[in-house]
Protein backbone atom coordinates (compact mmCIF):
# COMPACT_ATOMS: atom_id res chain seq x y z
CA UNK A 1 0.00 0.00 0.00
CA UNK A 2 1.25 3.74 -0.95
CA UNK A 3 2.33 5.31 2.39
CA UNK A 4 4.17 8.33 0.99
CA UNK A 5 7.83 6.79 1.80
CA UNK A 6 10.48 7.16 -0.71
CA UNK A 7 12.85 4.55 -0.69
CA UNK A 8 16.92 5.01 -2.26
CA UNK A 9 18.29 2.03 -3.71
CA UNK A 10 22.01 2.91 -3.47
CA UNK A 11 24.83 0.80 -5.57
CA UNK A 12 28.19 1.31 -5.55
CA UNK A 13 29.64 0.70 -8.95
CA UNK A 14 31.97 -2.72 -10.09
CA UNK A 15 35.49 -3.50 -8.88
CA UNK A 16 37.97 -0.78 -10.56
CA UNK A 17 41.33 -1.95 -12.43
CA UNK A 18 44.56 -0.76 -13.12
CA UNK A 19 44.85 1.98 -10.29
CA UNK A 20 46.54 -0.54 -7.16
CA UNK A 21 47.48 1.65 -4.55
CA UNK A 22 46.57 5.12 -5.92
CA UNK A 23 44.24 7.51 -4.88
CA UNK A 24 41.73 7.55 -8.19
CA UNK A 25 38.83 9.77 -6.39
CA UNK A 26 36.75 11.66 -9.44
CA UNK A 27 39.37 10.14 -11.73
CA UNK A 28 37.35 8.49 -14.68
CA UNK A 29 39.13 4.76 -14.24
CA UNK A 30 38.45 1.53 -15.98
CA UNK A 31 36.01 -1.43 -13.97
CA UNK A 32 35.92 -4.85 -14.30
CA UNK A 33 32.32 -5.97 -15.34
CA UNK A 34 33.01 -9.61 -15.61
CA UNK A 35 30.82 -10.60 -12.75
CA UNK A 36 27.84 -11.77 -14.59
CA UNK A 37 26.30 -13.30 -11.38
CA UNK A 38 26.42 -10.28 -9.26
CA UNK A 39 25.19 -8.21 -11.92
CA UNK A 40 21.95 -11.08 -12.67
CA UNK A 41 21.48 -11.19 -8.78
CA UNK A 42 20.82 -7.00 -8.83
CA UNK A 43 18.88 -7.01 -11.81
CA UNK A 44 16.25 -9.37 -10.13
CA UNK A 45 16.73 -7.31 -6.75
CA UNK A 46 16.57 -3.28 -7.73
CA UNK A 47 13.07 -1.66 -9.04
CA UNK A 48 13.41 -1.64 -12.71
CA UNK A 49 9.86 0.86 -13.28
CA UNK A 50 12.12 3.64 -11.00
CA UNK A 51 13.76 6.24 -11.78
CA UNK A 52 17.50 5.64 -12.31
CA UNK A 53 19.97 8.33 -11.43
CA UNK A 54 24.37 7.19 -12.06
CA UNK A 55 27.52 9.67 -11.69
CA UNK A 56 28.78 11.42 -14.99
CA UNK A 57 31.69 8.56 -14.46
CA UNK A 58 32.05 5.61 -16.47
CA UNK A 59 32.77 3.13 -14.34
CA UNK A 60 29.04 4.07 -12.58
CA UNK A 61 27.52 4.32 -16.26
CA UNK A 62 28.70 1.12 -17.36
CA UNK A 63 27.80 -0.46 -14.27
CA UNK A 64 24.30 0.63 -14.45
CA UNK A 65 24.12 -0.40 -18.56
CA UNK A 66 25.67 -4.31 -17.00
CA UNK A 67 22.83 -4.44 -14.78
CA UNK A 68 20.46 -3.19 -17.44
CA UNK A 69 21.96 -6.16 -20.00
CA UNK A 70 21.45 -8.71 -17.10
CA UNK A 71 17.76 -8.52 -17.96
CA UNK A 72 16.66 -5.32 -16.04
CA UNK A 73 14.18 -3.14 -17.85
CA UNK A 74 14.63 0.60 -16.97
CA UNK A 75 14.69 3.98 -18.60
CA UNK A 76 18.08 5.34 -19.38
CA UNK A 77 19.53 6.80 -16.62
CA UNK A 78 19.59 10.21 -15.48
CA UNK A 79 23.44 11.29 -15.35
CA UNK A 80 24.07 13.94 -12.29
CA UNK A 81 27.70 15.03 -11.58
CA UNK A 82 26.14 15.98 -7.81
CA UNK A 83 26.42 11.58 -7.24
CA UNK A 84 30.25 11.76 -8.18
CA UNK A 85 33.00 10.09 -6.13
CA UNK A 86 34.97 12.76 -4.06
CA UNK A 87 37.81 14.81 -5.93
CA UNK A 88 41.00 14.71 -4.79
CA UNK A 89 41.86 17.61 -6.78
CA UNK A 90 46.06 17.45 -7.60
CA UNK A 91 46.24 14.36 -5.53
CA UNK A 92 44.36 12.09 -7.94
CA UNK A 93 46.40 9.26 -9.43
CA UNK A 94 48.83 9.44 -6.52
CA UNK A 95 50.18 6.90 -3.89
CA UNK A 96 49.20 8.31 -0.04
CA UNK A 97 53.18 8.18 0.26
CA UNK A 98 53.99 9.85 -3.00
CA UNK A 99 51.74 12.72 -1.72
CA UNK A 100 53.65 12.79 1.61
CA UNK A 101 57.26 13.09 -0.56
CA UNK A 102 55.72 15.64 -3.15
CA UNK A 103 54.75 18.06 -0.28
CA UNK A 104 54.93 17.14 3.37
CA UNK A 105 53.58 20.48 5.15
CA UNK A 106 50.32 19.95 3.06
CA UNK A 107 50.13 16.54 3.89
CA UNK A 108 50.11 16.37 7.47
CA UNK A 109 47.79 19.55 7.27
CA UNK A 110 45.28 17.67 5.42
CA UNK A 111 45.66 15.03 8.19
CA UNK A 112 44.61 17.04 11.42
CA UNK A 113 40.94 16.60 10.15
CA UNK A 114 40.66 14.45 6.76
CA UNK A 115 37.19 14.63 6.59
CA UNK A 116 37.16 18.76 6.60
CA UNK A 117 40.14 19.26 5.35
CA UNK A 118 40.01 19.94 1.39
CA UNK A 119 42.68 18.54 -0.89
CA UNK A 120 44.68 20.99 -3.10
CA UNK A 121 42.24 21.94 -5.92
CA UNK A 122 40.26 19.22 -4.38
CA UNK A 123 37.10 19.15 -2.03
CA UNK A 124 36.88 17.35 1.55
CA UNK A 125 34.14 14.33 2.32
CA UNK A 126 32.35 17.36 4.19
CA UNK A 127 31.93 18.78 0.79
CA UNK A 128 30.59 15.48 -0.61
CA UNK A 129 28.06 14.91 1.91
CA UNK A 130 26.56 18.60 0.93
CA UNK A 131 26.84 17.99 -2.61
CA UNK A 132 25.22 14.76 -2.59
CA UNK A 133 22.69 15.90 0.09
CA UNK A 134 21.44 18.57 -2.04
CA UNK A 135 20.74 16.01 -4.99
CA UNK A 136 19.18 13.33 -2.44
CA UNK A 137 16.68 16.38 -1.07
CA UNK A 138 15.80 17.08 -4.81
CA UNK A 139 15.16 13.82 -5.62
CA UNK A 140 13.13 12.89 -2.68
CA UNK A 141 10.99 15.80 -3.39
CA UNK A 142 10.26 15.26 -6.74
CA UNK A 143 9.77 11.43 -6.37
CA UNK A 144 7.88 11.34 -3.34
CA UNK A 145 6.45 8.05 -2.53
CA UNK A 146 8.93 5.93 -5.15
CA UNK A 147 11.45 4.15 -5.33
CA UNK A 148 14.94 5.62 -6.99
CA UNK A 149 17.84 4.05 -7.68
CA UNK A 150 21.07 5.65 -7.80
CA UNK A 151 24.54 3.97 -9.01
CA UNK A 152 27.49 5.67 -7.94
CA UNK A 153 30.99 5.81 -5.69
CA UNK A 154 31.73 4.19 -2.62
CA UNK A 155 32.19 7.91 -1.52
CA UNK A 156 28.92 8.76 -2.51
CA UNK A 157 26.90 6.11 -0.86
CA UNK A 158 28.55 7.17 2.80
CA UNK A 159 27.75 10.72 1.59
CA UNK A 160 24.01 9.90 1.30
CA UNK A 161 23.58 7.73 4.65
CA UNK A 162 25.64 10.25 6.63
CA UNK A 163 23.03 13.27 5.13
CA UNK A 164 19.98 11.27 5.64
CA UNK A 165 21.40 10.35 9.22
CA UNK A 166 23.24 13.81 9.96
CA UNK A 167 26.13 12.30 10.65
CA UNK A 168 29.63 13.62 11.56
CA UNK A 169 31.73 13.66 8.52
CA UNK A 170 34.07 10.96 10.75
CA UNK A 171 31.29 8.98 11.48
CA UNK A 172 30.11 8.68 8.02
CA UNK A 173 33.59 8.60 6.69
CA UNK A 174 33.69 4.82 8.93
CA UNK A 175 30.89 3.01 6.88
CA UNK A 176 31.65 0.31 4.92
CA UNK A 177 30.95 0.23 1.14
CA UNK A 178 31.78 -2.76 -0.58
CA UNK A 179 32.14 -2.61 -4.70
CA UNK A 180 28.47 -4.04 -6.18
CA UNK A 181 26.75 -3.42 -3.16
CA UNK A 182 23.38 -2.31 -2.16
CA UNK A 183 22.85 0.13 0.93
CA UNK A 184 18.80 1.26 1.01
CA UNK A 185 17.42 4.39 3.14
CA UNK A 186 14.05 5.52 3.49
CA UNK A 187 12.27 9.08 3.60
CA UNK A 188 9.13 8.80 5.57
CA UNK A 189 6.56 11.96 5.30
CA UNK A 190 5.01 13.49 8.30
CA UNK A 191 2.97 11.92 10.76
CA UNK A 192 4.33 8.18 10.11
CA UNK A 193 7.99 8.39 11.83
CA UNK A 194 8.69 11.57 13.71
CA UNK A 195 8.93 15.21 12.83
CA UNK A 196 7.68 17.60 10.64
CA UNK A 197 9.32 17.27 7.27
CA UNK A 198 9.73 13.23 7.65
CA UNK A 199 12.82 11.58 8.73
CA UNK A 200 15.25 9.06 7.21
CA UNK A 201 15.66 5.53 8.48
CA UNK A 202 17.93 3.16 7.27
CA UNK A 203 16.89 -0.36 5.75
CA UNK A 204 20.19 -1.90 5.01
CA UNK A 205 23.99 -0.55 4.48
CA UNK A 206 26.46 -2.81 2.50
CA UNK A 207 24.85 -5.80 1.28
CA UNK A 208 26.17 -7.66 -1.46
CA UNK A 209 25.60 -8.65 -4.56
CA UNK A 210 26.39 -11.81 -3.78
CA UNK A 211 24.72 -13.08 -0.71
CA UNK A 212 27.23 -15.82 0.09
CA UNK A 213 30.17 -12.98 0.16
Known amino acids: ?87 FGDWQGSSWDEMRAADPKTYDAFWADPTRNRTPNGESFADQIAR ?6 EYTERHAGSDIVCVSHGGTVRAAISHALGL ?29 GGAWRIVHVNRPAREDH
Open 1 to 87: MYDGTTRWWLVRHAPVVGVQGKIYGADDVECDLSDLQSFQNLAKRLPGSAPWYTSHLSRAKLTAQSIRNAGLETKDPVIDERFAEQS
Open 132 to 137: VGAAID
Open 168 to 196: DPAAGMAITVHTLSVSVIEHVPDGLLRGK
